[in-house]
Nanobody, 124 residues
Framework: QVQLVEFGGGLVQAGGSLSPPCAAS????????LGWFRQAPGEGREFGSS????????YYADSVKGRFTITRDNAKNTVHLQMNSLKPEDTAVYYC?????????????????WGQGTQVTVSS
């Protein structure tokens, strides 16, 4: 059974940083592209960032480019999202996802597996 589990959300002041990891099990981790999406209250699930199976390619939404960095550790089956210079508009539930076919796809419905999400709240 495939499981993606996010950790490390929480409350942070504007300008601060968080780095939630996502741990995967039940899949051949190095075969999958990985991504982070987020969903604010009343909004759809929005693409944030993704990384290819080998880690050689990374992709970012314009809203997070230059502030967020995605990395993966294939030996530990984990993917991290380093979030710096956080803004109140970054407040959302953050979801880790895995995709076998494409390293970059903004459509949430085309991602194969999902975590349960972790809440990130940025206060002004």
């Amino acid at each position: 059974q495939v499981q993606l589990v996010e950790f490390g959300g929480g409350l942070v002041q504007a300008g601060g940083s968080l780095s939630p990891p996502c741990a995967a099990s039940g899949l051949t981790f190095c075969y999958y592209n990985l991504g982070w999406f987020r969903q604010a209250p009343g909004e759809g699930r929005e693409f944030g960032s993704s990384i290819s199976w080998c880690g050689g390619s990374t992709y970012y939404a314009d809203s997070v480019k230059g502030r967020f960095t995605i990395t993966r550790d294939n030996a530990k089956n984990t993917v991290h999202l380093q979030m710096n210079s956080l803004k109140p508009e970054d407040t959302a539930v953050y979801y880790c996802a895995a995709n076998f076919d494409r390293a970059y796809d903004v459509a949430a419905l085309r991602w194969d597996y999902w975590g349960q999400g972790t809440q990130v709240t940025v206060s002004s």
